[in-house]
């Protein structure tokens, strides 16, 4: 089954043309540009590269969250886009599930993580392809309590490494590994393999964000409801 992957989860926007037996295409960008001016262009770019058209498309891999507000809303909005005008089913991919496959091989826990601010993280553990939490918003030293109480060695990777590296690494010590560069950044790829190998389709209309919290914007308007104001 050819399908083309989308993400614009966290801060790379990505997209492949893939089967069960070949990457295509991949194409991957992390620049000043939002993701919303670089994904189409990227599209058309992965499909013309892998020689083939969106209507000869079996299905369409998007990462649906948790990650950016924005940039979920983006992917999953283009991707419903797409699905609906070339009448193909949509695969929604779970993006920290994506990162523990980035991750490859490690010998202990895999450890995804995604910065959600004040301090906060996303974050999941896995073992050896197995999940072992489900996808949570809450404070770093939490998700660490829980991860020590499954494990003694750790993998971190994803968006939220940079902004609390320091804090991982003066808790765990050397405990705490960290992917290098090249794998610490959801590849379109693992999504894809994920759809591939794990995925259930849905229609265009059933392809739904995950979002594990309500936007600031949500969040506002029930403040201002509070307040009196409508």
Not at 15 to 23: I, N, P, S, Y
Not at 84 to 100: F, N, R, S, T, Y
């Amino acid at each position: 089954m050819k399908i083309l992957v989308i993400d614009t989860s966290g801060p790379v926007c990505g997209t492949a043309v893939m089967d069960e037996e070949k990457v295509y295409s991949e194409y991957t960008a992390q620049n000043r540009n939002t993701h919303s001016a670089s994904l189409m262009p990227m599209i058309e770019a992965a499909l013309k590269a892998a020689g083939t058209e969106l209507k000869e498309m079996e299905a369409i891999a998007a990462v649906t969250g948790p990650g950016s507000f924005t940039g979920v809303r983006i992917g999953v909005a283009t991707a419903k886009g797409l699905a609906h005008g070339a009448g193909i089913p949509c695969i929604p991919v779970d993006a920290l599930e994506a990162l523990a496959v980035s991750a490859g091989e490690f010998d202990g826990l895999i450890c995804p993580i995604q910065d959600a601010r004040a301090g906060q993280v996303y974050g999941a553990v896995f073992r050896e392809g197995e999940r072992l939490t489900g996808d949570e918003p809450m404070k770093l030293e939490d998700y660490l309590d829980g991860a020590e109480k499954l494990g003694n060695r750790f993998l971190f990777l994803g968006d939220g490494v940079p902004v609390h590296r320091e804090a991982i690494s003066a808790r765990l010590g050397d405990r705490a590994a960290f992917a290098p560069a090249f794998r610490c950044y959801l590849r379109p790829s693992a999504a894809g393999w994920i759809a591939l190998n794990r995925g259930e389709k849905t229609d265009y209309l059933g392809l739904q964000a995950t979002y594990l919290r309500p936007p600031n914007a949500q969040k506002n308007k029930k403040l201002l409801e509070a307040m009196g104001h409508e």
